[in-house]
């Protein structure tokens, strides 16, 4: 039975928008892009770490990679959309974040999970502050306009599964 044939509840033929309204799954675009924001924060801090430069690249990573994450929701509607953006903008932030407890990590010769251990939590805000650059935040615009380009689904139209 083709799925646009009918609706078994009323008897009536769906249309195009309600067979995609169907595929759509936000718990798994927010979970997938959940992961793909941890693990490109990840990714960024220790690339930052061990070569000791910041490349603003990494933004634009992290924002194509939770987009891409995101896009395994099967969205069209635009909350697919600010979700992309909302994760990449929280990864790049957690990269710094991150990349900050990898530098004291290694000043320290501590382990970086002790390091997150010993953290003053509510003085995040003015360290990030004191290390972030104006450069960042264009590339943190960057990864913002590509997790939200990339999130939605760029088929108009997937073929139905045929009977």
Not at 3 to 23: A, I, K, M, V, Y
Not at 100 to 116: K, M, P, T
Not at 117 to 135: F, H, N, R, V
Request: net charge negative; with cysteine.
């Amino acid at each position: 039975m083709n799925p646009l044939d009918n609706n078994s509840t009323t008897g009536s033929q769906l249309n195009l928008d309600e067979f995609q309204n169907r595929q759509q799954n936000l718990l798994i675009a927010f979970i997938a892009g959940s992961v793909a924001m941890l693990v490109s924060a990840i990714i960024w801090a220790v690339v930052t770490t061990v070569t000791g430069y910041q490349i603003g690249w990494m933004a634009i990573g992290v924002g194509f990679l939770v987009g891409l994450a995101v896009r395994l929701g099967k969205g069209v509607d635009n909350i697919y959309r600010y979700l992309g953006a909302g994760l990449a903008l929280i990864g790049c932030l957690l990269g710094n974040f991150f990349t900050i407890v990898g530098f004291i990590s290694q000043e320290e010769e501590v382990n970086a999970f002790s390091v997150l251990g010993l953290i003053d939590y509510t003085k995040i805000p003015s360290l990030m502050m004191t290390t972030a650059s104006p450069i960042d935040l264009l590339f943190y615009a960057f990864a913002i306009y590509q997790g939200y380009k990339i999130s939605v689904r760029t088929d108009a139209v997937e073929t139905p599964p045929s009977a």
